[in-house]
């Protein structure tokens, strides 16, 4: 049973930037995982646009992710925003993120008569089963060849779409994304994906190398024996070659991510977090759970520092968000009723950048 349990553990989805969205040739939907723009809302749900719990001031909209149950009659997407002033960044209480739902039938409804190449592709990156989705087929054979090891029966466990038979039930139409007024934006582009355990090790050596050279001569550490000193019996080696600043879980950080420097996203539902500093003592304690059925929360995917440098406004001089990883935490049941006409709101946990320039 242990065995079994660290083997799905380990299984990890990593998302990384794609191709431009441009809305002059085509539209995002909310089948589409993406960065930046505005968020997409399933024809029964009415989005009010959040702001900050601090400031007040006005989110900017960072990520959607596309991430359906397997077995679930239900599409499935979260939406993370943050707060882009400075006197925010780092904390918690700055961002939110909502979890909508809809039955495949309602969402139906919202499907565009003919789906471009690009919102095809990033949705079938996700999972393989997008012909369930009723997406055009004359748009699927002119889309861009997936990576091979996009396609794994992994994929196919995590984000399975075969549906179960259900009744169309009568739900109220919502009145979609409501705008409290113009909204900082960011440059929009897909989110595609890559399974962690068949990432091409080899190809990004080099990079990781040079990576970890760096950090050694700057902060005057042995990176090679701190990362080793695993056993027990070791804290007397990490104590004499532990980094100025004190953190040996950054230098653990750094060598997870070195095999894919550009991911932006770790998907890994029922998963273990990847920390980029010491976590509290009572994290598991600080997640609460679920508002609306009492279900414990369980961590979904975090969002990487890569994307940081990534963010590039369309509208907005100077907007910027920083961060050094943000944990996601959802509902373990991802209750949701098809009367609910709301997003729900899920929990997230920020974490700084101890090194930023790192990832830049």
């Not at 991430?67 to 960044?89: D, I, K, M, Q, W």
């Not at 582009?189 to 890559?194: D, E, F, L, M, R």
């Not at 990847?274 to 508002?291: D, E």
């Amino acid at each position: 049973m242990a065995a079994e349990q660290r083997q799905f553990i380990e299984c990890v989805l990593l998302g990384t930037r794609d191709a431009e969205i441009d809305s002059k040739r085509n539209k995002s939907s909310c089948f589409t995982s993406k960065i930046g723009e505005l968020p997409n809302c399933f024809p029964s749900v009415t989005l009010r646009y959040p702001s900050c719990s601090i400031c007040n001031g006005i989110l900017v909209h960072v990520v959607q992710v596309y991430c359906p149950l397997e077995g679930s009659p239900y599409h499935r997407t979260v939406n993370v925003f943050a707060c882009p002033s400075r006197a925010c960044f780092g904390k918690s209480e700055s961002w939110t993120v909502l979890r909508s739902q809809c039955l495949e039938t309602e969402a139906t409804q919202a499907q565009e008569p003919k789906a471009n190449q690009e919102a095809t592709m990033a949705t079938r990156d996700w999972c393989e089963g997008a012909d369930d989705w009723g997406i055009d087929e004359e748009t699927e054979s002119s889309a861009p060849p997936a990576n091979s090891s996009m396609e794994t029966d992994f994929t196919s466990q995590l984000q399975g779409l075969s549906l179960r038979e259900h009744l169309q039930s009568s739900v109220p139409a919502g009145e979609g994304l409501l705008l409290p007024g113009p909204v900082p934006t960011f440059q929009p582009y897909y989110i595609s994906v890559v399974d962690e355990g068949e990432f091409c090790v080899d190809a990004d050596m080099d990079h990781a190398q040079r990576l970890l050279k760096e950090y050694q001569r700057r902060e005057g550490v042995d990176v090679q024996q701190l990362i080793s000193c695993d056993g027990e019996g070791e804290s007397e080696k990490y104590e004499k070659t532990k980094a100025r600043h004190g953190d040996e879980i950054f230098l653990k950080f750094m060598k997870k991510i070195s095999v894919c420097q550009e991911q932006v996203l770790r998907y890994s539902r029922k998963g273990q977090p990847l920390f980029i500093t010491a976590p509290p003592s009572n994290v598991k304690q600080m997640v609460p759970c679920c508002r609306s059925c009492g279900s414990p929360r369980i961590f979904e995917f975090q969002i990487m520092p890569a994307l940081v440098s990534m963010l590039k406004s369309i509208n907005t001089d100077g907007l910027t968000v920083e961060f050094g990883t943000v944990l996601i935490y959802t509902c373990e049941k991802s209750c949701w009723s098809p009367s609910n006409q709301t997003p729900l709101e899920e929990f997230l946990f920020v974490q700084t950048d101890p090194d930023q320039k790192l990832f830049k």
